[in-house]
């Protein structure tokens, strides 16, 4: 699947996992489920999945040690309050609520889709299935002659302003998905433009949801093109833009699959604990690009720019501390791929990422990384199309090496 499919149809963290699902399998990936006895295999693919919206995929190499990359399925968006619709006249409304930080301005007046996963009746009980209407919603917005001050001092109120435009006259939400019963549902309102390319020689690429899924989608064709000397172990969690807090979102499910794999191996208590101790996680998160508009948002001697190589992230909300960033630069050098260093504006705290609950949970030493992009959180956002390609090859590279405990590298 190319990167620009991957994004268009990656309305949800539904529709991302689906896609790395489909990924995995046509490169013979074999799906396990947790709680039953796995009969693992070294050089053996596997995948886990929970929830339909999270998947992690490991290889087993030779090595007894977890070198692990995690991303987040989900995006900022708008969630579906149930299938209530407002009426005002003869017109209806989607009533919806934020999800994550969206920029919310940048979500009017654009072709915007329905989508999520419907949970439908079936003989034995509920059944689960995906969905994304075959139209488009859209945020309409007041009137400059209306509302005068919006350039200078735009207000929303949630609850009024950001409810999508659905139909006239009569509608039903369901209805209009499936033909089946529906129970519940888990819908989202998500941009509906397609990817494309800016700039004089097409070096960017904008599109919704470049955070992160070109961390997911990078992640997913690294392990599919590495050649795992340790346990290579890519986990992509859904809830990330809502606190990590759910049964999916948790790093707690990655750390379930990797007990899995240690159960099936055999590893006494020891060697769990040296698979972890002597590992390595890539936290793999979008970060901010210096915005030429406003350069005086960003530190002043730390400028990231679009095209410039992967960002390592240094903040006290990341994860990277001394060791784990000179062993992913020792890294980077190795495999000759450009890297710059991440410092935010010491007035501004910027966002958060998998880092530090990931390193929490699991006890192993973590490094937050990303591609530089600008717009982050809007429903259009923009990043240097060669800083998905370094990416990825740092990802390969990581996977595919060794790293000791006292950071030591061997490539593979």
């Known amino acids: ?10 309305y949800t963290a539904y529709h991302v996992a689906a896609n790395v699902r489909t990924m995995l399998e046509e490169q013979g990936f074999a799906e396990l ?12 693919s596997y995948f886990v999945t929970r929830n339909d919206s999270s998947v992690v995929a490991f290889c087993l190499g030779q090595r007894s040690v977890f070198n692990i990359v995690v991303s987040h399925t989900d995006s900022p968006s708008f969630k579906i309050k149930g299938s209530k619709l407002v009426q005002n006249d003869s017109l209806l409304r989607l009533n919806t609520e934020k999800y994550g930080g969206a920029l919310l301005y940048s979500y009017f007046d654009r072709p915007l889709k329905v989508a999520g996963r419907l949970m439908v009746e079936t003989e034995e009980g509920v059944e689960s299935m995906l969905a994304v209407s075959d139209y488009n919603v ?10 005068r001050d919006a350039n200078e001092h735009p207000f929303l109120k949630l609850q009024t302003d950001t409810l999508p435009l659905f139909a006239q006259g009569q509608a039903d939400l369901y209805e209009g998905l499936t033909d089946r019963k529906v129970l519940d549902a888990d819908l989202y309102v998500v941009p509906a433009t397609e990817a494309f390319n800016a700039g004089a020689h097409d070096e960017f690429l904008c599109s919704a949801r470049l955070d992160n899924l070109t961390s997911v989608y990078t992640s997913v064709c690294a392990m599919i093109d590495a050649d795992p000397q340790d346990i290579a172990v890519v986990a992509c969690l859904d809830n990330e833009e809502i606190g990590s807090c759910t049964r999916q979102g948790t790093p707690r499910f990655l750390q379930q699959v990797l007990n899995g794999i240690a159960d099936a191996l055999g590893y006494t208590p020891t060697e769990r604990d040296f698979a972890a101790e002597n590992g390595m996680v890539l936290s793999v998160d979008n970060g901010h690009a210096a915005h030429p508009a406003h350069p005086e948002k960003h530190d002043p001697l730390y400028h990231c720019r679009l095209n410039g190589g992967v960002i390592i992230k240094h903040h006290v909300n990341y994860a990277t501390d001394g060791l784990t960033s000179a062993v992913f630069k020792r890294l980077m050098e190795e495999a000759e791929l450009p890297y710059q260093d991440l410092y935010n504006n010491s007035e501004l705290s910027g966002g958060s990422t998998l880092g530090l609950v990931t390193s929490r949970e699991l006890g192993i030493k973590v490094c937050d990384i990303g591609i530089a992009q600008l717009a982050m959180h809007s429903a259009c956002e923009t990043c240097g199309v060669e800083d998905v390609d370094t990416m990825q090859r740092a990802l390969t ?8 405990g006292n950071g030591n590298i061997t490539i593979g």
């Not at 039953?36 to 053996?44: A, N």
């Not at 859209?138 to 509302?147: K, Q």
């Open 33 to 44: 489920t947790l709680g039953d006895s796995w009969d693992l295999e070294v050089g053996g």
């Open 138 to 147: 859209v945020i309409p917005s007041l009137a400059i002659h209306l509302n």
């Open 1 to 10: 699947m190319e990167l620009k499919e991957f994004l268009n149809s990656g």
């Open 397 to 404: 590279a990581f996977l595919s090496s060794a790293i000791a």
